[in-house]
């Protein structure tokens, strides 16, 4: 599972939709649609309209991978942190029952307020 809790992996981009598609499309449930999708060097982070999944590439091959799903309905709060004029990167904290806090750190340019509209229409 990614360790939310420590954000030393590379910083999240956007994805394209259609390789996201591809990765996770024997784990989608019917009628599941995904919505947005960032990825770091090997790992992602994907929103659907129904969880936010991710995705955990282990060992050297790659082959390994550990699918972490985390449902809306078990978010009670979340935050974002937008970009500033030196801090470049945005971030995105969501506490879940039963696990806690998940903290996700984004590059330059990733549309964060259309996050927290995604987010805040699932949610609340």
């Known amino acids: ?7 030393a992996y590379a910083k999240l981009s ?11 499309q024997d784990i989608l449930i019917t009628d599941e649609v ?3 999708a960032f990825k770091g060097i090997r790992d ?14 282990q060992g050297i091959t790659g082959k390994k991978k550990d699918y972490t799903s985390l449902p ?3 978010i009670q709060a979340f935050s974002v942190e937008t970009a ?4 470049l990167d ?13 903290k996700l750190e984004f590059s330059r340019g ?3 307020r259309g996050l927290n509209r995604l987010i805040g229409d699932q949610v609340l």
Do not use: C
Request: charged share 20%.
């Open 44 to 57: 992602s982070v994907t929103f659907t309209n129904r969880r936010l999944i991710a995705l955990n590439v």
């Open 90 to 102: 945005s971030e995105l904290e969501l506490w879940f029952s039963g696990l806690g806090r998940v």
């Open 110 to 112: 990733v549309d964060i």
């Open 34 to 36: 995904i919505h947005l």
């Open 1 to 7: 599972m990614i360790d939310f809790n420590n954000a």
């Open 14 to 24: 956007p994805w394209d939709l259609a390789q996201a598609q591809g990765e996770l």
């Open 72 to 74: 809306y309905s078990k």
């Open 84 to 87: 500033g004029t030196f801090d």
